[in-house]
């Protein structure tokens, strides 16, 4: 393998630990700074038994993008559905973080081509993902990957 090329495959036991970290990173930079109601200290408390726990289960998909032995990157998925409300099946991008260094690689692009692939494999008819209204850069990269408007959120702080 090239030294620079990053892989994305399923995430493996072993790499759970490489995960908790880009998990605290994504809310250190994203959650953190955009939502104050948000527990910035979930990855380190309960990350390891979660992605664990996503491992074993076919409605849940863990990603990890790795260079060479070190995660740089992950997503983690989940299927829904279908239901008596809604009756079909919808894939969530629940959460994807690539480290700095890694972005503009396209490396995100892979992640979320994985997800899309998985959530097709397993009969979803959509895909959606929510997003920080205030992260501009992170609608963007959802847009160039296809994904549009869909609603609107709007939160009152009391």
Same mark, same amino acid.
Do not use: C, K
């Given at each position: 393998?090239?030294? #620079?090329?990053? *892989?994305?495959?399923?995430?493996?036991?072993?790499?759970?630990?490489? *995960?908790?970290?880009?998990?605290?990173?994504?809310?250190?930079?994203?959650? /953190?700074?955009?939502?104050?109601? &948000?527990?910035?200290?979930?990855? !380190?408390?309960?990350?390891?038994? @979660?992605?664990?726990? @996503?491992?074993?289960?076919?409605?849940?998909? &863990?990603?990890? @993008?790795?260079?060479?032995?070190?995660?740089?990157?992950?997503?983690?998925?989940?299927?829904?559905?279908?239901?008596? &409300? !809604?009756?079909?099946?919808?894939?969530?991008?629940?959460?994807?973080?690539?480290?700095?260094?890694?972005? !503009?690689?396209?490396?995100?692009?892979?992640?979320?081509?994985?997800?899309?692939?998985?959530? !097709?494999?397993? /009969?979803?008819?959509?895909?959606?993902?929510?997003?920080?209204?205030?992260?501009?850069?992170? *609608? #963007?990269?959802?847009? #160039?990957? @296809?994904?549009?408007?869909?609603?609107?959120?709007?939160? &009152?702080?009391?």
């Amino acid at each position: 393998m090239n030294e #620079r090329e990053v *892989i994305v495959r399923r995430a493996r036991a072993e790499e759970v630990p490489g *995960i908790v970290v880009s998990s605290s990173l994504l809310f250190a930079e994203d959650g /953190g700074e955009r939502d104050p109601s &948000l527990n910035v200290d979930w990855p !380190r408390r309960h990350g390891a038994e @979660a992605f664990t726990a @996503a491992l074993q289960d076919p409605g849940r998909l &863990l990603l990890a @993008a790795l260079h060479g032995d070190e995660v740089v990157g992950h997503l983690s998925g989940s299927l829904s559905g279908p239901s008596a &409300l !809604r009756p079909v099946g919808s894939a969530t991008l629940m959460a994807l973080y690539v480290r700095p260094e890694h972005r !503009r690689a396209r490396v995100g692009a892979r992640l979320v081509d994985t997800f899309l692939a998985w959530a !097709r494999e397993q /009969g979803a008819v959509h895909a959606e993902v929510t997003a920080s209204a205030a992260n501009a850069d992170g *609608i #963007r990269f959802y847009e #160039r990957e @296809a994904f549009r408007p869909q609603a609107l959120t709007l939160r &009152l702080n009391l």
